[in-house]
């Protein structure tokens, strides 16, 4: 006699489902090589919002106010290359040029 097992998974806030499954069942997702579709599985914001779909995602992202790092990418690179011109030489700012003036002419007072 072999014995049985049984499976309890919350259907939604409240609500409890109870299946009998095989032996050789496993509570690990079996994955189709598409992970991207695990990508937002059980995803909750830090004040416990169901953000689980890109939909509901942005939604989010919209109502608070919010978005995400990966949108500034672009100026992040831009403003790295201007900063490594910078270093080199090759950039002049007028304005840091100014107040480095400034500053040398009051601690020396040419």
């Known amino acids: 006699m072999s014995r049985?097992?049984?499976?309890?998974?919350?259907t939604s806030?409240?609500?409890v489902e109870c299946f009998?499954?095989?032996q050789d069942w496993t509570d690990k997702p079996q994955s189709t090589g598409d992970?991207?579709?695990f990508e937002y599985d059980n995803a909750r914001a830090t004040d416990g919002?169901?953000?689980s779909s890109r939909t509901?995602?942005?939604a989010y992202l919209k109502e608070k106010g919010l978005t995400l790092a990966s949108d500034y990418n672009q100026e992040w690179e831009a403003a790295a290359k201007q900063r490594e011109a910078y270093r080199k030489g090759e950039l002049r700012i007028k304005a840091t040029?100014?107040?480095i003036g400034r500053a040398l002419y009051a601690k020396y007072k040419f």
């Open 97 to 99: 040029r100014e107040a």
């Open 49 to 51: 919002t169901d953000i």
């Open 4 to 10: 049985r097992r049984y499976v309890y998974r919350e």
């Open 56 to 58: 509901k995602l942005k």
């Open 13 to 15: 806030p409240g609500k």
């Open 20 to 22: 009998e499954v095989g």
């Open 35 to 37: 992970l991207g579709k």
